[in-house]
């Protein structure tokens, strides 16, 4: 168990939708990151949060947006939701402002399928 | 811009056997180097990093990875694999600047086999 928590596990919904993913960083940890895995474009870096603030944006979608609030848990929010954005949703923490050399801990995932 | 190519997409091997798995990453800058580990239906969890210092890394588990910086590669080994080794095997890089991504290969799957 890495400590950090993701809900909800699963989440089925159809095309057209919108979905909040959840995540709850490990105690004490500044840094929340986004991630998505998928068949066909293995596992991607979304966005990275620290203390509240964006920090670094990867391979994100403008319908995806995310935030990070101040007891620190995170939400990836998913609009306008279409086939391949069935995926994979990972969330990890780390302790400070995510220098690259930090440990990234990594939540159990959320499966997101979109039918 | 920093990329990971895996050279093997599937590894099988028999429980005591040595295993390697390959990774070549492709960077104009300085880069940190990450193996990550993935059980079924688990998130990831790092195995080692390569910051600085001896190209030669050990990790939890078992295994070690060396850093070639020549050769631009960092694969990982262990030297007898047990069935609880069976899982998908990420190899990352970063560069070494503050402006962080993390870019993961496509992944290896190791299936160990009694």
């Known amino acids: 168990d890495s400590g950090v928590t993701q809900t909800p596990k699963h989440l089925i919904t159809a095309t057209g939708q919108r979905v909040t993913l959840r995540c709850s960083p490990r105690s004490g940890d500044l840094s929340v990151y986004w991630y998505q895995q998928s068949l066909d474009q293995g596992l991607q870096f979304l966005i990275q949060?620290?203390?509240?603030?964006?920090?670094a944006k990867g391979n994100i979608l403008e319908r995806f947006s995310a935030q990070q609030f101040p007891d620190l848990h995170s939400e990836l929010n998913l609009s306008s939701l279409e086939l391949g954005d069935s995926a994979l949703y990972f969330c990890?923490?780390?302790?400070?402002?995510?220098?690259?050399?930090?440990?990234?801990?990594f939540g159990p995932g959320t499966r997101l399928l979109v039918l | 811009a920093q990329s990971v190519t895996q050279l093997d997409s599937q590894v099988p091997v028999f429980e005591e056997a040595p295993v390697e798995l390959r990774c070549n990453y492709s960077s104009s800058v300085s880069v940190y180097l990450f193996w990550y580990v993935q059980y079924p239906n688990q998130g990831l969890q790092l195995l080692l990093k390569?910051?600085?210092?001896?190209?030669l890394v050990k990790g939890i588990n078992g295994f070690e990875a060396e850093f070639n910086k020549s050769q631009t590669s960092f694969h990982l080994r262990k030297p007898s694999v047990h069935i609880s080794d069976t899982a998908e095997y990420f190899c990352?890089?970063?560069?070494?600047?503050?402006?962080?991504?993390?870019?993961f290969g496509a992944g290896t799957t190791v299936t160990v086999r009694a």
């Open positions: 990890a923490s780390s302790v400070a402002s995510g220098r690259p050399q930090e440990t990234q801990y």
């Open positions: 990352a890089v970063s560069s070494t600047s503050n402006d962080y991504k993390l870019s």
């Open positions: 390569y910051l600085s210092g001896s190209t």
């Open positions: 949060y620290y203390n509240g603030e964006e920090r």
